[in-house]
């Protein structure tokens, strides 16, 4: 089946915003964080632009794409991954090997609170419970095995480290407010890691479809422009 194209134009906040997407190589933590998105994006940005980019790729340039042969799961999270529930954008913390990565990641005391959270949560027909006590870096782990690019088909990849501040940063580096989000083609955007004064619910809006793509588009920067 032919994949749908997202549209260029979307009203967000009741505006027409364009979407430019910035394709690139295969990022790699060989490529410097700063250099590579400077490189590709300032190249298509123009005054009055938002830059996104994809949590995934910059948490890869990171070096937080961990091979899973690299990865000794221990006890816990042999126990507790068993009990988080799959759902429909991707496995989460549902495998042994993601798991491990959130344990290392806040603590394993953290993420057996978060598992009774989550279970109690569940006996009162709530969800959501495990996440919420488990933390922002635990959720933005991605699994093994559900990456489109195939470099990292066996990576588990940790979000981005401290993504607020990183997105911060990107933008005093590129004179451009840089957003770090996590979409999906399931659940929607989410905005990660933003620098002071951006407007949120304006790249949220517009990142909603997720045009960067689910697969190997290899298009990880979105540049939105808010028409006037």
Same mark, same amino acid.
């Given at each position: ?61 990171? @070096?937080? %794409?961990?091979?899973? *042969? =690299? ?5 816990? $999270?042999? !126990? ?84 607020? @501040?990183? %997105?911060?940063?990107? *933008? =005093? ?5 840089? $957003?770090? !989000? ?47």
């Amino acid at each position: 089946m032919a994949k749908k194209e997202k549209p260029p134009v979307i009203e967000a906040c009741g505006r027409k915003v364009r979407r430019v997407p910035v394709k690139t190589h295969v990022l790699l933590e060989t490529d410097p964080l700063v250099e590579t998105v400077k490189r590709y994006a300032l190249a298509a940005a123009r005054p009055g632009d938002i830059i996104t980019i994809a949590e995934s790729p910059v948490a890869v340039m990171q @070096g937080r %794409a961990i091979p899973i *042969s =690299r990865i000794k799961t221990g006890f816990w $999270a042999s !126990v507790l991954w068993r009990f988080v529930k799959k759902v429909p954008y991707g496995i989460g913390l549902r495998s042994p090997w993601s798991m491990q990565c959130a344990i290392d990641e806040v603590g394993a005391p953290r993420i057996i609170r978060a598992a009774i959270a989550g279970a109690w949560g569940k006996l009162r027909g709530r969800s959501g419970d495990f996440y919420r006590v488990a933390g922002k870096q635990a959720a933005m782990i991605d699994a093994a095995h559900t990456s489109g690019v195939k470099e990292f088909y066996e990576c588990v990849i940790k979000g981005p480290k401290d993504p607020d @501040g990183t %997105a911060q940063m990107l *933008s =005093r580096e590129l004179g451009f407010p840089v $957003a770090i !989000v996590d979409a999906n083609d399931i659940f929607g955007c989410a905005v990660v890691g933003v620098p002071e004064g951006l407007d949120v619910k304006l790249v949220q809006e517009a990142m909603r479809d997720n045009p960067a793509g689910q697969g190997n588009e290899l298009t990880p920067i979105i540049i939105l422009r808010p028409e006037v």
